[in-house]
């Protein structure tokens, strides 16, 4: 290697001692340029947001499910914790098929003729004896009973229903004893109005020959005709 002349060793010591001052200076500016790129990126997601690919609609970043027609969307979920060992544990959600609601509809109905059934009989002895005050024919006097036990039952089904579907509990007593939980398509509690909406959906999901109700044995999130009606879902706790 050829000997450096004077000259030029005082220029290369020179040229160090300067980049050696310009180091803590563009050490700021990579600084500043990072925090610039960091806020760049933190108001790009939080002004984000996802659209549906079923309906369109326009949905916030962290959301999972569509607001308008509860569709699995493609965002990522808002947390995702991990196991012991590093591993991503699995989040699917779990919905009440026809067979577990089947059941809870007959605990219902069991619960319900228990109230019904004591307020039937006394209807029947305080309306038969008004029918033979007045001379009412028997089969005058059975249509009336009928039709208010008819009338009272329906007022039971759906008070018993609506006001438990919407409380604190999102459930019938025959749904808790199971663990299921009736929400809207966001995971949230659901109204009084909506309950009884799904209620009364039901008689739809009835006259269709029941198929309304055994449709939630094989759609994608075990939704009964009434629930597609309402905009809910049964979820398994």
């Not at 996802?50 to 308008?68: D, I, P, V, Y």
């Not at 009928?146 to 006001?163: D, K, N, P």
């Not at 799904?198 to 759609?219: C, L, N």
Request: hydrophobic letters at 50%; proline letters at 4%; a positive charge.
């Amino acid at each position: 290697m050829p000997p450096v002349r004077p000259g030029c060793a005082a220029w290369l010591c020179t040229d160090q001692s300067s980049a050696q001052r310009m180091r803590p200076g563009a050490r700021d500016s990579s600084r500043f340029t990072a925090s610039i790129r960091a806020a760049i990126f933190t108001r790009i997601m939080t002004e984000a947001c996802l659209f549906c690919s079923k309906c369109g609609a326009q949905n916030a970043a962290a959301a999972q499910f569509c607001t308008r027609c509860g569709a699995l969307l493609g965002g990522v979920p808002q947390a995702i914790t991990t196991g012991p060992l590093g591993i991503i544990p699995a989040t699917s959600e779990r919905y009440g098929g026809f067979w577990i609601r089947f059941v809870a509809f007959m605990i219902d109905l069991i619960l319900k003729g228990i109230i019904v059934l004591p307020v039937s009989l006394f209807m029947f002895l305080i309306i038969g004896a008004a029918g033979r005050a007045v001379s009412m024919p028997f089969v005058g006097v059975r249509l009336v009973i009928l039709i208010i036990r008819g009338v009272f039952s329906a007022l039971v089904s759906w008070i018993y229903e609506a006001a438990l579907e919407s409380s604190s509990y999102q459930a019938t007593l025959g749904k808790m004893a199971l663990g299921l939980k009736v929400t809207d398509l966001a995971g949230n509690r659901i109204s009084f109005a909506r309950a009884t909406g799904r209620h009364f959906a039901k008689y739809v999901s009835g006259m269709i020959f029941f198929i309304g109700y055994i449709m939630a044995g094989f759609t994608e999130r075990k939704q009964a005709l009434h629930d597609m009606i309402a905009g809910t879902l049964v979820r398994r706790s």
